[in-house]
């Protein structure tokens, strides 16, 4: 298939990436740490960690893991927020030879169970905040290691005590919870961790691009939650992709260990993930966010340095721009605004660079894919609104159901094949076979249509698809439109039964202007939409479920 996309590149982005000249992901971060030890990795509430200081930290913690006597490809559960212990712990997993397994704190118990059990891991890092959830299931699990940590571990003597009490003892955010010794179980605190590895020596371990380096389980919205099967090559290749994507945006500011990218989106979560290690393959750092729905706290710390990148979901752009604090953040050295897990809305997007004059760069991309697909161009000066093109050595296709491709301009199923697509899911062979064509091709569940410039617009998700007396209605287009009305914030569309139509439409709306009515709203539509994409139902919330990914739950609005 002829890459139509490739000549409309910005200048200086490679058409290809070469993942083959590191050994392994491992190779490439340890050269990271050595070349960049003085430089800064993260900052997190005031306190600094280098590069240095992470590749002590993280031999340590690697070889007490490797002194529990764990097979090599063990599976490592990683249950933290956005502290300097995730970075730790993920590069001490990848050195000692072992599988990441990136847990969502918030996880229910359920949930929890469901992904430790699917996955092996029988070793468990765990902040003490969650601890009370683990404890609810841990004997229904294979785990027989956990390793707890307190807020304040890594944030100095001093000052990371009295954050540990304060968490502790005046906030009072650690439930209590009691974990099981059964069947020989062990519970290791972080620090005793650090301090045993500390005296004996990381063991090398043969490595290749082939080997497992995380399962990354995709969110689970429909159902259980499957892993991802992402090696080394995967991951390698997602961060000189997305280096080669992101250099046009950067390149002025010549020494890349100054770019300071937020990373206010959780680490667990591949888009920040795939982030964090671009950061480390440049030897630039991040400022993390361990909290940021506080709003008020996470516009403090933007004010605090210049900042570079800025990843983040429609609904964390939307909600800084309503904080009234908003205003007083400098944006001047912002290079990038990438905006990615899920739709990134006109409406959005237009207000964000009317207030920062940063242009909103949308990209698409699966857990599947190490959160790389297309993107829009980063010298682009206008919101687009499609996913832009497919970044360097990766094959994106329009199919049908049987695996053809379709005529182009038509709508169709987005399949996409790179060397940063998965093998496939974990222990999961029939779905694995479903989830790719004959050529190839992982299929990925998003309609799309691909233009005669190489550029690829999602029209929706298959499931989420309203079929209004026979008609096909996406709701992210009427979102899209939606969005623009004076007035709304955010708004989600789904389908409910109808006994005239089979299905309706009803719109779930957030506004900020009281003065918005249904009458309004309907007029808007009635002048934006044709007939059967307006919605028979328009309700008002105060807030729309979402994932802590800040994805928009429709299902749950369905089921209400």
């Known amino acids: 298939m002829e890459k139509i996309w490739l000549e409309h590149y910005p200048p200086g982005v490679p058409h290809d990436i070469h993942p083959e000249q590191y050994s392994s992901l491992t190779q490439l971060m340890e050269q990271s740490f050595k070349a960049h030890s003085q430089s800064p990795f993260s900052v997190c509430m005031d306190r600094w960690m280098s590069y240095g200081e992470l590749d002590h930290l993280s031999a340590a913690l690697g070889s007490w893991f490797q002194s529990q006597g764990l097979e090599p490809g063990s ?73 707890i940590t307190s807020l304040g571990d890594l944030l100095g ?70 892993g991802a099967v992402l090696t080394h090559r995967n991951i390698v290749a997602a961060m000189l992709q997305a280096e080669a994507w992101f250099t046009p945006a950067i390149q002025d500011i010549g020494d890349l260990r100054k770019i300071n990218s937020i990373a206010a989106l959780p680490l667990y979560h591949i888009f920040a993930l795939t982030l964090c290690l671009l950061a480390i393959r440049q030897g630039s750092h991040m400022t993390l966010i361990p909290n940021p729905r506080d709003f008020g706290k996470f516009i403090e710390v933007l004010k605090k340095r210049p900042f570079h990148m800025l990843p983040g ?99 169709g199923e987005i399949c996409i094949r790179g060397p940063n697509v998965m093998t496939g899911y974990y222990q999961q062979p029939a779905e694995t076979a479903k989830a790719f064509t004959a050529d190839g091709f992982m299929r990925t569940g998003d309609i799309g249509i691909m233009a005669a410039n190489g550029r690829f617009k999602i029209v929706d998700r298959k499931k989420d698809m309203i079929i209004v007396s026979g008609f096909n209605v996406f709701p992210n287009e009427l979102e899209n439109v939606i969005s623009t009305c004076p007035g709304v914030v955010e708004c989600a569309a789904v389908g409910i039964e109808d006994a005239m139509q089979g299905e309706a439409i009803k719109v779930f709306v957030v506004r900020n202007d009281p003065l918005l009515t249904e009458e309004t709203l309907n007029s808007f539509c009635h002048a934006n939409l044709t007939g059967y994409k307006r919605p028979k139902y328009i309700e008002f919330r105060d807030e729309l479920p979402k994932t802590n990914v800040g994805k928009i739950l429709r299902r749950e609005l369905r089921n209400k």
Request: charged share 15%; hydrophobic share 40%.
């Open 75 to 147: 599976r490592i559960a990683i249950m933290l927020p956005n502290l300097p212990q995730f970075a730790v712990t993920m590069a001490a997993v990848l050195r000692a030879g072992y599988t990441c397994v990136n847990v969502n704190p918030l996880y229910t118990a359920r949930e929890l169970e469901h992904q430790l059990k699917d996955s092996g891991a029988t070793t468990i890092v765990i902040l003490e905040n969650f601890a009370h959830t683990l404890s609810q299931v841990i004997d229904h699990t294979p785990i027989q290691r956990v390793v």
């Open 313 to 411: 979901v429609n609904t964390l752009f939307n909600a800084l721009m309503m904080h009234p604090m908003f205003k007083t953040i400098d944006f001047s050295s912002l290079r990038a605004t990438q905006a990615g897990g899920m739709a990134a809305s006109e409406g959005t997007a237009k207000h964000w660079q009317e207030a920062t004059g940063s242009t909103m760069i949308e990209g698409w991309g699966m857990s599947e894919t190490c959160a790389i697909g297309s993107n829009n161009p980063v010298t682009q000066k206008t919101f687009s609104g499609d996913i832009g093109f497919p970044l360097p050595s990766i094959d994106m296709a329009i199919k049908d159901d049987e695996g053809r491709t379709v005529p182009q301009g038509e709508p």
């Open 157 to 226: 003597a001093v000052y990371g005590r009295w954050m540990t009490f304060a968490v502790r003892h005046l906030a009072k955010l650690v439930p209590a919870f009691e974990i099981s010794l059964a069947h020989g179980r062990q519970v290791t605190s972080f620090k005793a961790a650090l301090a045993d590895g500390q005296k004996k020596p990381l063991k090398s371990v043969p490595q290749n691009l082939d080997d497992i380096a995380f399962l990354q389980y995709t969110g689970g919205t429909t159902g259980l939650s499957k």
